[in-house]
T-cell receptor, first 114, second 113 residues
Framework: GAVVSQHPSRVICKSGTSVKIECRSL??????MFWYRQFPKQSLMLMAT?????????EQGVEKDKFLINHASLTLSTLTVTSAHPEDSSFYIC??????????FGPGTRLTVL | KNQVEQSPQSLIILEGKNCTLQ??????????LRWYKQDTGRGPVSLTI?????NTKSNGRYTATLDADTKQSSLHITASQLSDSASYIC????????????FGRGTSLIVHP
């Protein structure tokens, strides 16, 4: 099946720094990608919908100035956590939409903010 | 409000036994329902996808059922293996709109030897 990669898989950073996470669709073009956050023993929570060439759509309660999303090409979306704090520590997962019925998930990025 | 409820929240079974996970949803109008397997620390992997007209779909030892009238789905795992230990997530998508699927909270399955 289609492959979606994320980089890095794990990142540890100091409080106040910014962290960029990349999401790539390796064998298909995705005009839409989604970013999710998952806390321990919780389900995935949609943070934002990333559309190639336009501004991302953020879910209620997600700060767009803190979680910057850029979808500059049909195969790459990036999520930048700005001025990260310990409460931002989480598992961040992206998915790329192949068609109306199908999205493929990346392997996730474990962010730890000290 | 679209909702997806899964039960049980967690389940422990012995290797070789069968088990059934449940998913009830209120998403309308309905487009499709997917079951995902998520290993700890990994992204979800699709097991099955079912549309309105499908009642049963199998993928190896995984069999999903769908009753669109009662808005219920189940995932049956046969002859469980240790590698089946994971979280199983039910995801329901509606028709039209911006295609934002609704996620269940998942069932955590632990298979003991």
């Amino acid at each position: 099946g289609a492959v979606v990669s994320q980089h890095p898989s794990r990142v540890i950073c100091k409080s106040g720094t910014s962290v960029k996470i990349e999401c790539r669709s390796l064998d298909f073009q995705a005009t839409t990608m989604f970013w999710y956050r998952q806390f321990p023993k919780q389900s995935l929570m949609l943070m934002a919908t990333s559309n190639e060439g336009s501004k991302a759509t953020y879910e209620q309660g997600v700060e767009k100035d803190k979680f910057l999303i850029n979808h500059a090409s049909l195969t790459l979306s990036t999520l930048t956590v700005t001025s990260a704090h310990p409460e931002d520590s989480s598992f961040y997962i992206c998915s790329a939409r192949l068609n109306t019925d199908t999205q493929y998930f990346g392997p996730g990025t474990r962010l730890t903010v000290l | 409000k679209n909702q997806v409820e899964q039960s049980p929240q967690s389940l422990i079974i012995l290797e070789g036994k069968n088990c059934t996970l449940q998913c009830n949803y209120t998403v309308s109008p309905f487009s499709n329902l997917r079951w995902y397997k998520q290993d700890t620390g990994r992204g979800p992997v699709s097991l099955t996808i079912m549309t309105f007209s499908e009642n049963t779909k199998s993928n190896g030892r995984y069999t999903a059922t769908l009753d669109a009238d009662t808005k219920q789905s189940s995932l049956h795992i046969t002859a469980s293996q240790l590698s089946d230990s994971a979280s199983y997530i039910c995801v329901v998508s509606g028709r039209g709109g911006s295609y934002i699927p609704t996620f269940g909270r998942g069932t955590s399955l632990i298979v003991h030897p």
